[in-house]
C-alpha cells in the first residue's frame, strides 16, 4: 500500500524518511517526489529514490511534443485516487516535497534459488588441488 505525505522544507524530508525507516520501510521502498533535481549529501549513499517530475532535458523535450505532464506521469506509478493526484501534483508545482513509500511484497528468493553465489553446498566432483598431473 502507498502512502504520501506532503512536506515543506528538506529538513523535513528527512525526518519523514527516518520516520518511515522507524515504521520498518526499508529505503529501496522510499521516494522523494520534487518539482526540481535533489541534492540530499545525507542521502548520498542511501537506496532512497530522488525523483524529479521536471525530468531531463530530453525528458522536456518529449513532453512538449507529446503533450504529457511530468507530476502526473510521476505519480500514476501510485495507486492513489485521482482527485488526490490532483492535490499532490498542485504540491508538488508549489515547491513542496513528496515523501512516497509503495512496499515491496515481491519475492526475491529467485535470486537465492539461482545465483550460484548463494549456494553454500560444495559441488560433487574433482577439484584441480586433487590431480596428480600437471598444473597450470
Known amino acids: 500500500m502507498e502512502d504520501l505525505t506532503v512536506v515543506n522544507s ?3 524530508v528527512l525526518s519523514t524518511l527516518n520516520e518511515k525507516l522507524s515504521q ?3 529505503e529501496s521502498e522510499l521516494s522523494v517526489l520534487s518539482k526540481e533535481k535533489l541534492h540530499f549529501d545525507e542521502l548520498h549513499d542511501s537506496e532512497v529514490n530522488l525523483t524529479a517530475t521536471s525530468g531531463s532535458f530530453s525528458d522536456r523535450i518529449a513532453r512538449i511534443l507529446t503533450g504529457e505532464d511530468g507530476e502526473a506521469m ?3 506509478y501510485y495507486d492513489i485516487p485521482d482527485d488526490d493526484k490532483e492535490r ?3 504540491a508538488i508545482l508549489d515547491g513542496k516535497y513528496i515523501v512516497a513509500t509503495k512496499k515491496d511484497d515481491t519475492s526475491h528468493k529467485e535470486v537465492e534459488d539461482y545465483n550460484a ?3 553454500h553446498e560444495k559441488p560433487k566432483g574433482h577439484y584441480a ?3 596428480k598431473g600437471p598444473k597450470s
Open 24 to 26: 520498518g520501510y526499508k
Open 74 to 76: 510521476v505519480l500514476s
Open 88 to 90: 499532490y501534483k498542485q
Open 117 to 119: 553465489a548463494y549456494i
Open 129 to 131: 588441488s586433487e590431480s
Open 10 to 12: 528538506k529538513k523535513e
